[in-house]
């Protein structure tokens, strides 16, 4: 079991480009979210996988973001147009059905210039 | 709307010493409660998690408490240790698929 993990673990963009994550979640789990962090808050959801289905995106997701699982396993969240506004740690989390703890990967700190 | 509050200042301890740290929420009823801690540029990691049919919850030197009726819990870490310096997070969870929406986190400091 190698947890979930997160690439890149930081990113430094320039306003107006597209960035695109990645979160490899713990294999067996089914369950796949994604949770934005500022400082000195606690982590925001933005939105949740079952297997491949989004079922649910925070209002905090504009349109500029999407998110994907396209077979189960991994997700990718991209923003389009990065806004200064968008610097932040984004974090994956994982887990099962049943289960209500939540595994967190390490995160991704992106810096908007 | 929910709304989760945390000890917003820092809490400075002395090692050995009893470390409290309290969530309150108001405007929901959660069916159980997690508390995470999360250490500078990582992911939370959770820590216990307390059902509202339970009043408290032990493991080894953490014990939470859970009051429904004042809709608090409460944190404590016993004989503590400058390696339980972190962030602690609160996220009280009306249950489904189990969406967690945290607290801004308590930052405990433990000092030698």
């Known amino acids: 079991d190698t947890g979930v993990s997160q690439d890149p673990r930081h990113k430094i963009t320039k306003r107006g480009q597209n960035v695109t994550f990645r979160c490899d979640p713990i294999?067996?789990?089914?369950?796949l979210y994604w949770y934005r962090q500022t400082l000195g808050q606690g982590p925001e959801f933005l939105t949740y996988f079952q297997n491949e289905a989004q079922l649910e995106k925070s209002r905090l997701l504009s349109d500029r973001f999407s998110a994907e699982r396209p077979k189960g396993s991994f997700s990718t969240l991209e923003i389009q147009r990065t806004e200064q506004g968008d610097s932040a740690m984004y974090l994956c989390a994982s887990s099962s059905t049943g289960s209500e703890t939540q595994y967190f990967g390490p995160g991704t700190r992106l810096l908007v210039l | 709307s929910q709304k989760i509050e945390q000890n917003s200042e820092a809490l400075n301890i002395q090692e050995g010493k009893t470390a409290t740290l309290t969530c309150n929420y108001t405007n929901y009823s959660p069916a159980y409660l997690q508390w995470y801690r999360q250490d500078p540029g990582r992911g939370p990691v959770f820590l216990l998690l307390?059902?509202?049919?339970?009043k408290e919850k032990r493991k080894e030197r953490l014990k939470v408490t859970f009051d429904t009726t004042l809709k608090q819990s409460l944190f404590h870490i016993t004989a503590s240790q400058p390696a339980d310096s972190a962030t602690y997070l609160c996220a009280p969870s009306s249950g489904g698929y189990n969406k967690l929406i945290f607290g801004a986190g308590t930052r405990l400091a433990v000092h030698p």
């Open positions: 307390i059902r509202e049919n339970e």
């Open positions: 294999s067996e789990h089914n369950r």
